[in-house]
């Protein structure tokens, strides 16, 4: 069964510091990576997508992906309050369904 | 629309009764999603459309379950004889270009509670 699995959190770090958020995956053919962040109550929405080993950056945030290794990660940088969320890994192959990771809350302290 | 737009936000229906959901994605986007989401939980794909076909219902996790999106833009999500079990938050996505995956724009969703 293919999986995409990540740590629920809480995941706490101080305003201004960087929070790393992992997700691990079981299924080889996957090629699309997604961060999705979901404040409560509301719906998903994009932050990142990664296709190619290796990182990429948008502003505040970097995500890393890792093929070999089966890992995807998220930073971001200069955490705000405003980022606490939880954060969604998704993954895919070329066909359209994306398999979701459960998410893993993250709560920036001021 | 500007956005996703799905309706109603909120529906209580009693065990065993019908409920349907309404989802009005983006205007001109081809592709249209429905996963269910539990509390706690990543969103779960239920069914696909491209157009007015619906190309993978594999999701959907019984018969009591229909979809359908007859024009090819608005799309309608039936749950006959709910059971408690049915009780997560539906949400519909849709995407603009075919066959893509990812890149999902998502509608406020659509939380159903079954007593």
């Known amino acids: 069964q293919k999986e995409v699995e990540q740590n629920s959190g809480p995941l706490s770090v101080p305003e201004g510091a960087i929070a790393s958020l992992n997700c691990t995956y079981s299924?080889?053919?996957?090629?699309?990576f997604f961060w999705y962040r979901q404040y409560s109550g509301k719906s998903p929405e994009l932050i990142m997508f990664i296709y190619s080993n290796g990182d990429k950056e948008d502003g505040r945030f970097t995500a890393q992906l890792n093929k070999a290794s089966q890992y995807v990660s998220l930073l971001i940088r200069d955490s705000q309050p405003s980022d606490s969320a939880t954060y969604l890994c998704?993954?895919?192959?070329?066909?359209?369904?994306?398999?979701w990771g459960a998410g893993t809350k993250l709560i920036i302290k001021p | 629309g500007a956005g996703v737009s799905q309706s109603p936000r909120y529906k209580v229906a009693k065990r065993g009764q019908d409920v349907a959901l309404r989802c009005d994605p983006i205007s001109g986007h081809v592709s249209l999603f429905w996963y269910q989401q539990a509390l706690g939980q990543g969103p779960e794909f239920l069914t696909y459309?491209?157009?007015?076909?619906?190309?993978?219902k594999s999701g959907l996790p019984s018969d009591r379950f229909f979809a359908e999106r007859p024009e090819g833009s608005v799309s309608t999500l039936k749950i006959q004889r709910t059971q408690q079990e049915d009780s997560a938050v539906y949400l519909c996505a849709s995407i603009s270009r075919q066959g893509n995956t990812g890149e999902l724009f998502f509608g406020e969703g659509s939380r159903l509670t079954v007593l």
């Open positions: 299924d080889r053919g996957s090629q699309s």
């Open positions: 459309f491209q157009n007015e076909a619906q190309l993978d």
């Open positions: 998704a993954g895919g192959d070329s066909n359209y369904q994306l398999i």
